[in-house]
């Protein structure tokens, strides 16, 4: 007949086995879990962040080329006279030449710019064309392209012209190689129309190297690369093949992932393939201009980390059961506790929850098992977090975002309930950015909201900067900033002035700010200083459109008294 000890310890024996077995079980299959989401996040954000370059870029261009299209048309007051006066279309040509020549030479990787007249109503070589003749070379005017040589139809000469008008939209041309100076080149293309008539195109051609370069450098894990395709899954631009290649003739198996590539998908998914025998995983994104940007890299090295998490687990779970086999024999009693709070920690992971804090802690096996097991989750905690970190910029300024405001703010009201922190928060709103939005379009009110973090972030350039919403920021001050805070909004006052100075009429910018510092004897939260620098803000701003009223009012009574015609 077993002794109750003997019952005892195979019991006690039973549970501890079961628990070891529980806990490695769910922690290998939350590790791959964790692993594969992580793996698919790295790559996904690889990729946006790489299509959010391009995109940047090519929106520069897109911007500079419709401001020039808006120049024109504002700069054409008469459509009956460009139709039968050649003088009137040479003086007109002229006054548009600097400003094209200028926005070519303020676009990155610019090789031409051209302004071109409808050949139905103008001379076949009507318009300016402004060309590097060498790379690195300065824009010089060269010959436009004899519209009477070429037939609507001939896409290849023509068709940078007649597939825009055609279209009746802004028009991004497929990469094509330019002979004359052996670079391969991309266009961007916007149609002028006026009383509903075509007038004729604005365009630019670019180095289609920059964007190639960007996606040249993009280093995915140890051997993962990027490269571009058209809507048609066509390659563009790859190390490796030519570009043309149609990617659904290559491997069957690439066959799904080419139709995800012509149907635009967004970055969600990773998609498996084999390319010469070997499993790989792509993720892609669509560009502005329609193409897709790929990402892609081996199997194997996207899933390195989930393997060695797993080894690690299955050989932390074989050793936890050998330890307790072991402890058990000769520490039953305590036992009980560390299992309990083991088995706890291990239904925690197995349901998501990573926030494991083990409180057992002795200097025997048992103790060590309960640290190494903890230490795991810390390195995939902190793991996650970083991974997480990397989404906390904002898009179009490149400012933290929002979600990092709140961070920070939590972390404030921390201090403030342990301690008694020092800091201050100015808050900075732009003013008329709606106005400025219905005027020229939310592209242009997007540069004066680039402009304006230029500006912000030159002056408080060791402090956080938020971008919390549309058009308003907020700056976290501390330490020496928060010493001198008055000198920075005078610094700010002065570098806004400066900016305006050598700012065109309408890209001057106006930026109502207030300073709020905390006291912990009136802020119950930091919301509160937030509302007061918010207030502060406000009244700023309506200071500042008052001082316009008035300034607009004094100018206009000046004019009336020196006899100047009524502007109204």
């Not at 779970?317 to 083991?342: D, Q």
């Not at 806004?496 to 009136?522: C, P, Q, T, W």
Request: net charge negative.
């Amino acid at each position: 007949m077993k002794s109750i000890q003997t019952k005892f310890i195979v019991l006690i024996l039973g549970c501890v086995l079961s628990s070891s077995f529980v806990i490695g079980g769910a922690g290998i299959l939350s590790s791959k879990k964790v692993a594969d989401e992580d793996s698919a996040r790295i790559m996904n954000l690889q990729c946006e962040n790489n299509a959010e370059d391009i995109n940047g870029l090519l929106s520069l261009i897109e911007q500079s080329v419709n401001t020039l299209a808006v120049y024109a048309s504002e700069e054409l007051t008469d459509v009956e006279r460009l139709k039968t006066d050649p003088a009137y279309v040479s003086e007109y040509t002229k006054n548009i030449r600097s400003v094209a020549v200028n926005a070519a030479n303020n676009t990155e990787g610019a090789l031409a710019v051209y302004v071109r007249y409808n050949p139905e109503f103008t001379e076949p070589t009507s318009g300016l064309f402004w060309s590097r003749t060498a790379l690195d070379n300065t824009f010089q005017q060269l010959t436009p392209t004899d519209f009477s040589r070429y037939s609507p139809d001939d896409v290849e000469h023509v068709g940078w012209y007649y597939i825009p008008v055609k279209s009746g939209k802004a028009t991004w041309l497929e990469p094509y190689e330019n002979k004359n100076i052996n670079v391969e080149m991309i266009s961007y293309v916007v149609p002028l129309y006026a009383d509903n008539t075509t007038i004729g195109v604005v365009g630019m051609d670019i180095d289609f190297n920059v964007i190639k370069e960007i996606i040249a450098s993009t280093k995915v894990y140890q051997s993962g690369y990027a490269f571009l395709t058209d809507e048609d899954a066509n390659i563009m631009y790859h190390k490796e093949l030519e570009k043309g290649t149609a990617m659904s003739g290559l491997e069957t198996t690439l066959q799904p992932v080419a139709e995800e590539l012509k149907n635009g998908g967004g970055i969600n998914h990773l998609f498996p393939y084999s390319w010469r025998s070997e499993k790989k995983e792509m993720t892609f994104a669509t560009l502005i201009n329609g193409m897709r940007l790929a990402i892609t890299a081996p199997a194997s090295e996207i899933n390195a980390t989930k393997n060695t998490l797993i080894l690690q687990m299955s050989i932390a779970s074989v050793v936890i059961a050998l330890l307790a086999v072991l402890l058990t024999i000769y520490m039953t009693r305590r036992l009980i506790k560390p299992l309990r709070e083991l088995n706890t920690a291990a239904q925690k992971i197995a349901g998501g929850d990573l926030s494991v804090s083990l409180s057992y802690q002795t200097k025997d096996e048992v103790g060590t098992l309960a640290d190494s097991f903890q230490q795991t989750v810390n390195h995939l905690r902190k793991y996650i977090d970083y991974i997480n970190g990397l989404a906390y910029r904002d898009g179009l300024t490149g400012v933290k975002n929002k979600t990092a405001y709140q961070e920070a703010v939590a972390l404030l009201e921390e201090k403030s309930r342990t301690g008694k922190p020092e800091f201050a928060m100015v808050v900075l709103d732009i003013n008329n950015l709606k106005t400025v939005n219905d005027t020229y379009g939310h592209d242009f009110g997007d540069m004066v909201i680039i402009e304006a973090c230029k500006v912000i972030c030159k002056v408080f350039k060791r402090s956080p900067v938020y971008r919390t919403g549309g058009d308003e920021f907020v700056v976290i001050l501390e330490n020496g900033d928060y010493d001198h805070y008055e000198e920075l909004l005078d610094r700010f006052q002065m570098a806004l002035d400066e900016f305006n100075e050598y700012a065109r009429h309408d890209g001057k910018l106006s930026i109502a700010r207030g300073i709020a510092v905390y006291d912990e004897y009136i802020d119950l939260s930091v919301d509160n200083v937030f509302k007061r620098a918010d207030e502060a803000m406000y009244q700023n701003k309506m200071m500042m459109k008052r001082m316009q009223k008035e300034e607009a009012k004094a100018g206009l009574e000046s004019a009336q008294e020196s006899g100047a015609p009524d502007p109204y």
